[in-house]
């Protein structure tokens, strides 16, 4: 079911918030491999969504290959760790994100959270 991302009215923090929703059974995602994730991307404050997998469908995943510098690297380190099945909340600081950056609809300095699915890791 696809998840909806959480506003907040709290300071944003200033490192990455790895919460677990639902903790998988299945195989860890570590360094080196290569994970298939489902996304929803938001804005901190207030939980408007900028991009998400499931529009794309809901078979519709991001490979992700751990260590690889594909995505900003707090996307990368909230999915280690992870085990296949598992759902994730992850804030992260404009540092770990795009930093001073504007990207598309999301301004330069944005605290960002995302809510990753693990669908599978090889």
Known sequence: MRPEVPASDAPAPTELVVEDVVVGDGAEATE????????????????????????????????????AGQ?????????????????????IPSELGYGDQARGPIPAGSTLVFVLDLVSVD
């Open 71 to 91: 995505v900003i690297p707090g996307f990368e380190q909230g999915i280690e760790g992870m085990q296949v099945g598992g759902r994730r909340v992850v804030t």
């Open 32 to 67: 080196g491999a290569a994970a298939q994730v489902k996304y929803v991307g938001g804005f901190y404050e207030s939980g408007e969504e900028f991009d998400a997998s499931w529009d794309r469908g809901e078979d519709e995943t991001l490979p992700v290959t751990l260590g």
